[in-house]
């Protein structure tokens, strides 16, 4: 009997441990592209076919390696190159998720629904959650004075099938990048998120993240644990590197964040990863070759229940600092069509400061190998970032210039040869909303060689060896400010 209740317990034990983790799978794919702008339903279809071809390929090998979940990146399944006109062969009716719907075992339940129906097959058979992006159509009349001219609305929409293939959510991107106007946004974003036997989980596409609703607000008042990514990034130095940007935003925002990349080297898609609040990967970034790569990794079910996750309280050590002298020789530049506040880095060390507006930013650092032809500054932008769209910004930044003229900061660079013995970067900034961004020589990503502390500040690893940095930043959301 004792031994019965041994085993019992060791059960249940096991059981528990199981759900303490999961092991989630990304796939960053090389979209194959229509060779035609009009086509007819049954070449759309065609070519569709031809991508899930290659997702069901990467959800097989992922399911055989015991993860729970695979996410496939927006445009996916059948590309980017439309207009209103020549997408609507490429949609399909989706429904909520309220029906209760197995496409897989009811393929016609609402209409034709062939991609649908693959999609929830592949889960099913796989028995695995499958992520995926395509596009929705949902028909409007003349009543309607926003109903477009051809009768239906297009939305840019993330499907989630659960192990059973059944459709568990259905989100429809709200913040569309420049150049989406084939699809249209509803009239308020929607906060999609589901409970899953390894956590809770929410989801939106691409240029959401950089906005409260739905992607910030998911975590702080949906409480999600994980996010679902589907996303088409197009690189920009030197701080929205998808890598970059996508792991500074899961330690900030202190959930997990399972980021699908498109794969695109002449648009620089490339950047796929599963970051943690505490890791910075693994993650794939591959700018020289056309190939689509899957990821894997085990994460925390709750990664916010870690007893050494950091909650920084952002401003709390800059705001105690009276001793640092400002910036001497400070000049203004241009970076992603932002006006910054530079101060270049001199001395083989130093303490630096730099303002505008109300942010003031603190470095201290010191070299251990300078190249000669190599110029860093420390710089600030604290404004309404306009360019492809409109959000509020604070951001703290040391970063290595194109070449030796200051004019020349804030340009895209790739490559670096300095080393730094340490840094220290800091700013007393208006908002709790800070993602802490380091970047190393290729585009590189530099676990293990920082540290975000309570204090806010975002310093070097004690008695680590450093790779060449690009860029040390601390990149703040005012979502208030929008």
């Known amino acids: 009997m004792i031994s019965l209740y041994c085993l019992f317990l060791s059960f249940l034990y096991s059981n528990a441990k199981i759900q303490d983790t999961f092991i989630a799978a990304v796939y960053e794919h090389a979209v194959i592209l229509p060779d035609n702008i009009?086509?007819?339903?049954?070449?759309?279809?065609?070519?569709?076919?031809?991508?899930?071809?290659?997702?069901?390929?990467?959800?097989?090998?992922?399911?055989?390696?015991?993860?729970?979940?695979?996410?496939?990146?927006?445009?996916?399944?059948?590309?980017?190159?439309?207009?209103?006109?020549?997408?609507?062969?490429?949609?399909?009716?989706?429904?909520?998720?309220?029906?209760?719907?197995?496409?897989?075992?009811?393929?016609?339940r609402f209409g034709p629904a062939p991609v649908q129906t693959r999609l929830s097959c592949m889960a099913k058979n796989n028995a695995i959650y499958v992520v995926a992006n395509i596009g929705d159509k949902k028909p409007c009349n003349n009543s309607d004075p926003g109903c477009p001219d051809n009768g239906h609305y297009h939305y840019n929409t993330a499907v989630v099938y659960d192990s059973n293939g059944t459709l568990v959510a259905r989100y429809h991107k709200f913040n569309l990048f420049r150049g989406e106007d084939h699809f249209d946004r509803t009239h308020e974003p929607e906060m999609v998120s589901f409970e899953t036997p390894f956590g809770k989980f929410g989801i939106f596409i691409c240029f959401d993240i950089l906005f409260f609703k739905p992607a910030a607000s998911l975590v702080v008042d949906h409480k999600v644990d994980s996010i679902l990514y589907p996303t088409a990034w197009m690189n920009v130095l030197p701080h929205l590197t998808a890598i970059e940007f996508h792991s500074a935003w899961?330690?900030?925002?202190?959930?997990?964040?399972?980021?699908?990349?498109?794969?695109?080297?002449?648009?620089?898609?490339?950047?796929?990863?599963?970051?943690?609040?505490?890791?910075?990967?693994?993650?794939?970034?591959?700018?020289?070759?056309?190939?689509?790569?899957?990821?894997?990794?085990?994460?925390?079910?709750?990664?916010?229940?870690?007893?050494?996750?950091?909650?920084?309280?952002?401003?709390?050590?800059?705001?105690?600092?009276?001793?640092?002298?400002?910036?001497?020789?400070v000049f203004q530049g241009s970076l992603f069509s932002d006006n910054y506040n530079f101060t270049e880095l001199r001395e083989p060390q130093g303490n630096y400061t730099v303002c505008q507006?109300?942010?003031?930013?603190?470095?201290?650092?010191?070299?251990?190998?300078?190249?000669?032809?190599?110029?860093?500054?420390?710089?600030?932008?604290?404004?309404?970032?306009?360019?492809?769209?409109?959000y509020y910004l604070q951001i703290c930044t040391m970063l290595k210039c194109h070449n030796n003229e200051p004019k020349s900061c804030g340009e895209p660079v790739e490559t670096a040869s300095t080393k730094f013995e340490a840094f220290s970067l800091c700013g007393n900034f208006s908002t709790s909303f800070v993602f802490p961004e380091v970047l190393l020589s290729d585009s590189k990503l530099a676990p293990g060689m920082f540290q975000v502390l309570r204090d806010g500040r975002l310093n070097s690893q004690p008695n680590i060896s450093m790779e060449p940095l690009l860029t040390v930043t601390l990149f703040g959301r005012w979502y208030e400010k929008d």
């Open 38 to 108: 009009f086509v007819t339903k049954e070449e759309a279809l065609a070519l569709m076919n031809r991508n899930l071809d290659v997702l069901e390929n990467a959800t097989i090998i992922a399911a055989k390696q015991n993860a729970s979940i695979i996410v496939t990146p927006e445009d996916g399944i059948y590309g980017w190159i439309f207009s209103r006109e020549t997408i609507f062969p490429y949609l399909e009716d989706i429904p909520d998720p309220d029906v209760n719907w197995i496409p897989c075992s009811e393929p016609e």
């Open 250 to 329: 899961a330690m900030g925002m202190g959930v997990n964040l399972l980021s699908a990349n498109t794969h695109n080297t002449s648009k620089r898609m490339t950047g796929s990863g599963i970051f943690s609040p505490e890791n910075l990967g693994p993650y794939y970034y591959n700018k020289d070759t056309e190939e689509g790569h899957l990821v894997l990794s085990e994460l925390s079910v709750h990664p916010r229940n870690s007893p050494t996750l950091v909650h920084p309280q952002w401003s709390l050590y800059a705001s105690s600092i009276d001793n640092y002298p400002p910036g001497t020789n």
């Open 357 to 390: 507006n109300n942010l003031c930013c603190h470095l201290s650092y010191s070299f251990k190998e300078r190249a000669k032809d190599e110029l860093y500054v420390l710089g600030v932008f604290d404004g309404l970032h306009t360019d492809e769209g409109e």
